[in-house]
Nanobody
Framework: QVQLVESGGGLVQPGGSLRLSCALSGFSSDYYVIGWFRQAPGKDREGVSYFANNNEATVYEDSVKGRFTVSKNNAKNTVYLQMNNLAPEDTGVYHC?????????????????WGQGTQVTVSS
């Protein structure tokens, strides 16, 4: 079955960088979208970016545009979220999630498969 495993979270100072990984397995089709979402304490889950595997089309939410970049290593079947110039408001638990098909959904309810999440803390 489809599985996603995140890694790479941690504590970083403001202005620093982190790279999150989302290892993928169990997909029977190349048509799926990987969404990155985050949830800060006391806040709703929010979308960060959405990546279409078949054509690598990517959408970023305004809050991270210009600072975060999604990429994929096909040999490792892993999607990465490179996060630069991090700010305290980027703190939260980050999840990758998968939706079958090619539509870059922004709503978390459209994603069927979820990883366990990884904590990102931006603090001095």
């Amino acid at each position: 079955q489809v599985q996603l495993v995140e890694s790479g979270g941690g504590l970083v100072q403001p202005g620093g960088s982190l790279r999150l990984s989302c290892a993928l397995s169990g997909f029977s089709s190349d048509y799926y979208v990987i969404g990155w979402f985050r949830q800060a304490p006391g806040k709703d889950r929010e979308g960060v970016s959405y990546f279409a595997n078949n054509n690598e089309a990517t959408v970023y939410e305004d809050s991270v545009k210009g600072r975060f970049t999604v990429s994929k290593n096909n040999a490792k079947n892993t999607v990465y979220l490179q996060m630069n110039n991090l700010a305290p408001e980027d703190t939260g638990v980050y999840h990758c999630a998968a939706a079958m098909g090619g539509v870059l959904y922004s709503g978390p309810e459209m994603y069927k498969y979820w990883g366990q999440g990884t904590q990102v803390t931006v603090s001095s």
